[in-house]
């Protein structure tokens, strides 16, 4: 059964820094692409953050650029999202997710997803 497990989520002040992670497990990610989304109360899922197959591509939301820092590890299998100089519109629930090949921008093309970490940053 292929699961994508996030944590790391939590609650802290504006300016401050979390680090989320996400671990793949029930087959193999190498060949995938990994991404990061979130959801805020009353807003549609958007994208964050997403990392080629080999890690050597990242790509951002300009919203989160220069503070997010999305990476991969040495296994493939896990993905994390440094948050810095959190904002309190960063407040939402962030998802892992992970589709074959190429890394895109538009979740629906995404075939795995995690349960989502809570992320709430206090003004």
């Known amino acids: 059964q292929v699961q994508l497990v996030e944590s790391g989520g939590g609650l802290v002040q504006a300016g401050g820094s979390l680090r989320l992670s996400c671990a793949a497990s029930?087959?193999?990610?190498?060949?995938?692409?990994m991404a990061w989304f979130r959801q805020a109360p009353g807003k549609e899922r958007e994208f964050v953050a997403a990392?080629?197959?080999?890690?050597?591509?990242?790509f951002y939301a300009d919203s989160v650029k220069g503070r997010f820092t999305i990476s991969r590890g040495d296994a493939k299998d896990t993905v994390s999202l440094q948050m810095n100089s959190l904002k309190p519109e960063d407040t939402a629930v962030y998802f892992c997710a992970a589709r074959p090949v190429l890394a895109t921008v538009d979740s629906a093309s995404y075939n795995y997803w995690g349960q989502g970490t809570q992320v709430t940053v206090s003004s």
């Open positions: 990392i080629s197959r080999e890690g050597g591509a990242t």
């Open positions: 029930g087959r193999t990610f190498r060949t995938y692409a």
